[in-house]
């Protein structure tokens, strides 16, 4: 039986949401969308605060703050790799972030594979980094949906139930519409109530957890005999030694991907400049903050021992706030988590609708393509997106769009080479680069498929081993390839593609050239 404030405070942090997106309009420079880059980009205008609350609002999303929490109750400290994982993000966005949008905003790039196809004038490797960005993106996108359905199920509506199904239809259709009229400004506006509903519900949970149990010390006590007991063999809420290795390469290489997704990639385009983007990485850790009180909240999951269904870790979260928290509270956290599955769940979906019709339905079947039809174009694929998604969830186990996310991570950090090395130096060969990014695909999927589903995989070197990352692994190959075969082909003549992002300096260079003193009309 749901409770009345319950649903009261669930409805009033969710329909401000949805009045938000309302207003999204106001955000146009006009009323027209005539072009994909206002539609997806929301003109590259947003300032500091819209962009840190759209850039943080993509990448903290609501399965983030149920899976981190859940991995914690299932498995203790090595859950904990998320923290350091979104710390390391944000050097790496203030350095990469700026430089790619300047590239991207002076050649009127929307997405990351149009950056590779002028960078190495190659149409086959600017689809494969567009294929493999909406075959990572989809499934995170499917996760999002789960988020909801965890928060649904613990507010009392069955998982599986027509009462719950019809509630996550229903806050989809809402957002398919939403991002159908206004792209990319819905959830941007969204956004600026998901950062506060986020901050304030994490705070308050962590409040009434640390005054139940009197203190952290009681409460890690408590947590840590009950997974001695219940957990597997190796989990602990202190990181053994063997442990240690894994720990380090998941987080590093998972801060490697996360920019790579398009997701967060569509976000930092959106930006007024490089400048805004430098001043929002500054202040970006805040988010990681939110983070660890949700990870709290999961050793608070152990230590009250809540119960969840076999293979629902995600649900500790949402099971301990319904128990602990009196209703009217608990209403305002299961409702900002859901809006935190709204947000990046809709960048999801343009983004992955951008790539396909910027590197798929242009580049292979409609050149000619104008603006306008264009963004018709993307608007259709991103309700796509959001149904697949919501049809993705039905139609398969919860565990298949798990295992397909944790693929989704090895697969985009195969792009790594093509986009970030791309940024600083033009030496890496586009057909080694490709052949490249086919061994990381094929070695990584492999490696995390013959481990079942398992994101660290043992390696031995020279009678010694340890868990790797077997994203991170995979990429190690990849780049070993890339290098040998660029030094091969170059060794050998292979021809490269044209390089079109340096074609302004050069006609800047030869204007000058032009106007220097002496020179004639002609030249001469």
């Not at 109530?193 to 006590?221: N, W």
């Not at 001695?228 to 202190?238: E, F, K, Y």
């Amino acid at each position: 039986m749901i409770d009345g404030a319950t649903t009261a405070a669930f409805l009033i942090v969710v329909g401000g949401a949805s009045l938000l997106a309302v207003t999204a309009p106001r955000l146009h420079r006009n009323d027209d969308l005539p072009s994909l880059e206002r539609w997806a980009l929301a003109d590259r205008g947003l300032g500091p605060v819209w962009t840190w609350f759209l850039l943080g609002g993509t990448i903290f999303t609501a399965y983030t703050f149920t899976a981190v929490p859940g991995q914690v109750y299932g498995r203790g400290a090595s859950a904990f790799f998320a923290l350091p994982y979104t710390v390391i993000v944000c050097p790496l966005a203030f350095v990469l972030l700026p430089r790619l949008w300047a590239v991207a905003r002076r050649h009127g790039y929307v997405t990351v594979a149009d950056f590779v196809r002028g960078r190495y004038g190659s149409p086959a490797l600017a689809l494969v980094v567009a294929l493999t960005g909406i075959l990572a993106t989809m499934p995170y996108l499917a996760l999002q949906v789960l988020g909801i359905r965890a928060v649904l199920a613990a507010a009392g509506l069955q998982a599986h139930g027509a009462a719950g199904d019809v509630a996550m239809v229903a806050l989809f259709a809402g957002l398919a519409i939403a991002t159908y009229r206004h792209g990319l400004r819905a959830p941007t506006v969204i956004s600026a109530l998901k950062g506060p509903a986020v901050f304030v519900s994490a705070a308050v949970a962590v409040g009434f957890v640390l005054a139940r149990f009197g203190g952290p010390g009681p409460m890690f006590e408590a947590a840590d005999r009950r997974l001695a007991r219940s957990g597997p063999g190796d989990a602990s809420l202190v990181l053994s030694a063997h442990q240690q290795g894994g720990f380090a390469t998941l987080a590093l290489g998972s801060a490697l991907a996360l920019l790579l997704y398009p997701h967060v990639l569509t976000a930092g385009f959106a930006a007024a400049g490089p400048h805004t983007l430098r001043r929002v990485c500054v202040v970006l850790p805040a988010w990681t903050a939110v983070l660890a009180m949700f990870g709290v909240l999961g050793i608070a999951a152990l230590a009250m021992a809540v119960d969840t269904p076999p293979g629902t870790a995600e649900a500790a979260v949402p099971l301990l706030v319904d128990r602990l928290l009196p209703a009217f509270p608990a209403g305002l956290v299961f409702g900002a988590i859901i809006v935190g599955a709204l947000v990046p769940a809709a960048v999801m979906s343009i983004a992955a609708a951008t790539s396909f019709t910027r590197n798929v339905y242009v580049a292979y079947f409609q050149p000619t393509a104008t603006p306008r039809r264009q963004t018709r174009v993307a608007q259709a694929v991103s309700l796509i997106a959001k149904v697949g998604a919501v049809a993705f969830v039905f139609g398969l186990r919860d565990q298949a769009a798990i295992n397909l996310q944790l693929l989704g991570g090895v697969w985009i950090l195969q792009i790594f080479p093509a986009v970030v090395i791309g940024l600083f130096t033009r030496r890496l060969h586009h057909r080694a680069l490709l052949v490249g990014w086919a061994v990381g695909m094929l070695a990584g999927t492999v490696a995390v498929v013959r481990e079942g589903f398992v994101s660290l995989v043992r390696v031995e070197v020279g009678g010694h081993g340890g868990q790797v990352y077997a994203g991170l692994g995979a990429l190690a190959l990849n780049l070993a390839v890339t290098l040998v075969l660029t030094g091969v082909y170059d060794r050998f003549g292979a021809a490269r593609g044209a390089d079109t992002t340096a074609l302004p300096a050069r006609l800047a260079l030869r204007s000058a050239l032009w106007r220097a003193p002496g020179k004639g009309a002609n030249g001469s």
